[in-house]
């Protein structure tokens, strides 16, 4: 089962309300014949833009080929959180790397952020950023953690931006019965992924980048990606196919993995909007399987959750979201959903990014496990810098001990499964 096919309309974007309220791009054409190019990027998402965007601006001549249109995988569905540091916490990081390389991740997370407003401002991207993710914890034992938690980026890394709150505090917040308490992050934030997705693709081919959609990569080896109808011979490939890359290249494949997760959107709740927050935040949940949620621009609720393993979405998306949703918000039992739908991301095994040379010539990232608004707009610029010769930041990333999965793609799926079932039964229960 081919990832790039299971779920959707080939070169259609899904039925988000991201696709309902963005002005799509003008088709680029597909690729056709034999070009050359400095490098061929291979996915046209945060990373393989930003990737492709940082090179042409730096003078190379890249040719980028997305399989569908750009921002057609997670980059233009997901959550919308630009969210502070990895995606584990600096304390796991010091015990896995040390703290010096834990310094260089906390660096290069909040270098991340700071390049998502760099690129929304020099390409006046109508991104829509706004501060504010909120972490809600469901249990009063986790609040000691989470203080401890603030406490701990204040003194070590001098990172002041999070205010935690008792249950009262939070309440006020996030208007729900859910929560113990939690933290607001004001040095995080959150935007409209799509807008923020094609502002970076009408920058790359500003810049020079020649971009070709519906032209899937069906093999790459040095020096040439063959696509259905066309071939492209450049000294260097970037592979930025994340949770969609499939078996194009087999030792990114054994490192990364694809899952499923989904979002609705409400009916605009107008002045019901203030029952699901008093302020313009996003929010996320201490669940495994995360719930996440904010309000969009017209009011309504957009909400985050449920994963899935298997290749296929389900059937009724809505009616999966909807669960967690009222198990928060029980008094929205009566709004409509208008939108559902569904994306594909990466994890890895420890949920740090995978970035890698995996053959001479060939350069990978994907694997942020959730964590890529961000991280992923800052890897494509990390592996321009080491395509080009300059390599400090991308050997911080790539000496990340990132494990392969057991079992090889034939077997991790049905193995993951399995775990993720245990962990979300333990959400469900309450344990
Ligand atoms: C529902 C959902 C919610 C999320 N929420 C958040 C969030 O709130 N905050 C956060 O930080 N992260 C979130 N994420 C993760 C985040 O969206 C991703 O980490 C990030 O978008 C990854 O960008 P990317 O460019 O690496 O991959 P993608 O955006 O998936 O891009 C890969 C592209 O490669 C193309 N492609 C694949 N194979 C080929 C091929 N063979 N030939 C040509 N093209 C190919 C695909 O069509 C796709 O367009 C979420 C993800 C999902 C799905």
Redesign the pocket.
Known sequence: MNL?YANDRPGAYPPSWYAATAEPLPPFAPLQGEVRADVCV???????LTAALALAEAGQDVVL????R??????????????SGQRLEQDALEALVGPDDARHLWQIAEYAKAEVARLIAAHGIDAGYRPGVAHAERHEREMAGLSAHADHLESAYGYTQIEVMGREAFRALVPSGAFAGGAVDWGAGHLH?LRYCLGLARAAAAAGVRVFER????RIERGLVATDRGRVRADQVIL???????G?EPVTAAHVMPIN???VATAPLGDRAREVLTRDIAVADSNFVVN?WRLSEDGRLLF?GGESYGYRFPRDIAAVVRKPMLGIYPGLADVAIDYAW????AITMNRMPYLAQPAPGIWA??G?S???????SLAGRILAEAVGGTRARFDVMARVPVQRFPGGRGFRNPLLALAMTWYAMRDRLGI
């Open positions: 790039l291979v996915g046209g998402g945060y990373t393989g080929i997305e399989a569908h750009v921002g057609f995988g997670a980059s233009g569905r997901n959550g919308g959180q630009v969210g992924p032209s899937p990569a069906h930025a196919a994340n949770g969609y890359l499939g194009l997760n989904f979002i996440y985050g569904g994306g594909t991301l990232a994907g942020y959730g964590h890529g608004v961000a991280l992923a």
